[in-house]
């Protein structure tokens, strides 16, 4: 079992930045990938970061370099910059336990646990 509790979020700017953080615990094998995904209002999850637990990490193509994803044992966080109006949506961070080497991917059903999701919304 992997317990995932995620922080931050809330409103930013346009232009602006704001970091998410999330936390993985639990009695398994820590060498599992994480990774954030979002979900906007009537649109479908999507993929926006990932890293194993050695340090690859992957993104989602939307952020062009806006975001970046970093890892410290069970804990990853999200740096979010040049918000745009079209990030708003809710942030879940995710594990993937079947995923204990280097590689990771961008597909949600490999990921097996999920947190609760935090709200950001970009807003002038």
């Known amino acids: 079992q992997v317990h995932l509790m995620e922080s931050g979020g809330g409103l930013g700017q346009p232009g602006g930045s704001l970091k998410l953080s999330c936390t993985g615990s639990g009695d398994t094998d820590e060498r599992y990938a994480m990774a954030w995904f979002r979900q906007a209002p009537g649109k479908e999850r999507e993929f926006v970061a990932a890293?194993?637990?050695?340090?690859y990490t992957i993104y989602g193509n939307f952020q062009r370099g806006r975001f970046t994803a970093s890892r410290d044992n069970t804990k990853i966080d999200l740096q979010m910059n040049n918000l745009k109006p079209e990030d708003t949506a809710v942030y879940y961070c995710?594990?993937?336990?079947?995923?204990?080497?280097?590689?990771?991917?961008?597909?949600?059903?490999?990921?097996?646990?999920w947190g609760q999701g935090t709200q950001v919304t970009v807003s002038s």
């Open positions: 995710a594990a993937s336990t079947a995923r204990t080497g280097w590689y990771v991917n961008e597909k949600a059903y490999e990921y097996d646990y």
């Open positions: 890293v194993s637990w050695t340090g």
